[in-house]
Nanobody, 117 residues
Framework: QVQLVESGGGLVQPGGSLRLSCAAS????????MAWYRQDPGKERELVAS???????NYAESVKGRFTISRAIARNIVYLQMNSLKSEDTAVYYC???????????WGQGTQVTVSS
């Protein structure tokens, strides 16, 4: 009932910036947590950043100081501002929404981020 669509990925040089967006549509809950995960081929999906309904944030140690997660809560849109990108940041980035009322997790299909010179 909830659809997540990521956008904003692409190719960027090391040190560059990208902003990812995730828009939730459908039967969107009013109380939810949203997060960004990333995954490279052959590797496990890892949490990059998360944000609660009230705006509390959490970041993976590897992206602290470089990435910023934010949300427009009324529209259930979450952003990931990525600065000072490194080659290690290359991955498919996935948006996740956790609906507390339904105790259900929804995933987007991902957007590719490639950091290369």
């Amino acid at each position: 009932q909830v659809q997540l669509v990521e956008s904003g990925g692409g190719l960027v040089q090391p040190g560059g910036s990208l902003r990812l967006s995730c828009a939730a549509s459908g039967s969107t809950p009013s109380i939810n947590d949203m997060a960004w995960y990333r995954q490279d081929p052959g590797k496990e999906r890892e949490l990059v950043a998360s944000i609660t309904t009230s705006g509390g944030t959490n970041y993976a140690e590897s992206v602290k100081g470089r990435f910023t997660i934010s949300r427009a809560i009324a529209r259930n849109i979450v952003y990931l501002q990525m600065n000072s990108l490194k080659s290690e940041d290359t991955a498919v980035y996935y948006c996740k929404l956790y609906d507390f009322a339904r105790q259900t997790t929804y995933w987007g299909q991902g957007t590719q981020v490639t950091v290369s010179s």
